[in-house]
């Protein structure tokens, strides 16, 4: 407990509890469980895959807040994480929760057995807001009141408690991609992908240039694929294209990335236009 003095007046202000919890004591870290779903069991190197990270909350403390998510280890890159999470309520071993979910996308970025794990830091409390010595300030003083934005009475008489929760440590075999049938032209593309190619016109004359546009559709690591090179032959000269990706979910993991091609016959009689490989 601490006393203020204001403006001739004494506040006896009851002091708040705070206790941090370990939660090496599975009695206590009950409360807050976090896991990470990988539904995959096998990757290989380079290979975007989905995964969700939960965090379980008990409904016994329906005031919480999680602060923030950590990705332990160097094993895997996380890439776009969903802004806001999903939440729902689940029945763990006959208690329920508040369970808040996180899809996002995780990347191996070397081979073998590698181990992924990820932290969450939470604050959680619960017993109802009492009546404090700021709300007088506020009654008596307006909400102008320097000391009426104080936030010392929203833990005044709760149970507050700070965890930091880890998920189990998890195994992930991670294969090297194959060498022995891979293209050339390979540039690191993992998934299932299609293409779409679309000249703008049927017809052209030297000098008159034409738009190609190549549309890579499907799923997959799309920040790693590259322009598909064009097998320009003595026929046709172009330049470097412009590139443009249209996400398909909030994880980026699918969509369609366009490449923009300005193609120039280098004479008369050409009558096809280049072909398009992509791998």
Known sequence: PFVIEYMGTTFNVAGASLEVIDTSNNSQAESVIMELIMPQERVYVGETVKATIQVWVKEDYPDYQIQSINKLGTAFSEGTRARQEIRSRATRSGAIYNVNSWPITLTPIKGGEQTIQNEARARISKGSRTRSVFDV?????????????????????????????????????????????????????????????????????????????VDVIGQGNFNRIQAPPLDLGKDWKTFEPDSKFQQGDALLYSGSKRFSYTLNPTHEGVTQIPSVKFA
Not at 145 to 151: K, W
Not at 152 to 177: Q, Y
């Open 137 to 213: 300030f506020n009654q008596r003083f307006g909400i102008n009141s320097p000391l009426s934005q104080s936030r010392m009475g929203s833990i005044r008489g709760r149970d507050v408690r700070d965890f930091m929760v880890n998920t189990e440590p998890r195994a992930i075999p991670v294969k090297p991609l194959p060498l022995k049938s891979q293209p050339d032209i390979f540039s690191g593309a993992i998934g299932g992908f299609g293409l779409k190619v679309m000249p703008n016109t049927n017809t052209s004359m030297v000098g008159d240039p034409i738009q190609l546009t």
